[in-house]
């Protein structure tokens, strides 16, 4: 399974068609959102207001370990395939390595220069919302 610390140093090495490439290949792996959430969605909880893409998200943290489940619309697959990289790298971790992800992770991946400003400003939001969903449920 990769983790964010293998992962930057290979995203920031690549060229940015690169970059994009492995974002798509990630958008194809986020997992459709659980059943449970659907009627949430649908009454439009828990969507990224900040972000222009649809995204929906819920963090949970079960017996100490993180789980986020999400939904992107499969026409955004940038946003999706960033989604997907944060929800597979953080899956099971513990509450404490999603509190310490830096705030400048798309500079550390070399995402801000590969895609425009208006994207770079809903994925910080989506990170900013996945922390602070963490750091609530962690209480």
């Known amino acids: 399974m990769a983790t964010l ?3 930057i140093p290979r995203f920031k090495a690549a060229d940015p068609q690169t970059r994009l490439e492995t974002l798509l290949d990630y958008s194809k792996k986020l997992p459709p959102l ?3 959430f659907q009627a949430e969605k649908e009454l439009g909880h828990n969507r990224v207001a900040e972000c222009q ?3 929906y998200l819920w963090v949970e943290i079960d017996q100490g370990r993180v789980h986020i489940h999400a939904d992107v619309p499969r026409e955004a697959p940038t946003v999706r395939g960033f989604v997907s990289l944060l929800a597979r790298t ?8 999603v509190a310490s ?3 400048d992770l798309l500079d550390q991946l070399g995402l ?9 400003q809903g994925l910080t ?8 969903s963490v750091e609530l449920a962690a209480g």
Not at 90 to 97: H, Q, R, S
Not at 125 to 132: D, M, T, V, W, Y
């Open 101 to 103: 992800l830096p705030l």
């Open 5 to 7: 610390e293998n992962l």
């Open 125 to 132: 939001a989506i990170l900013h919302r996945i922390k602070k």
């Open 53 to 55: 893409t649809p995204v």
């Open 90 to 97: 953080l899956e099971g971790a513990p509450p404490g390595a």
């Open 112 to 120: 801000s220069e590969t895609l425009g400003m208006t994207r770079t």
């Open 34 to 36: 659980p059943e449970r």
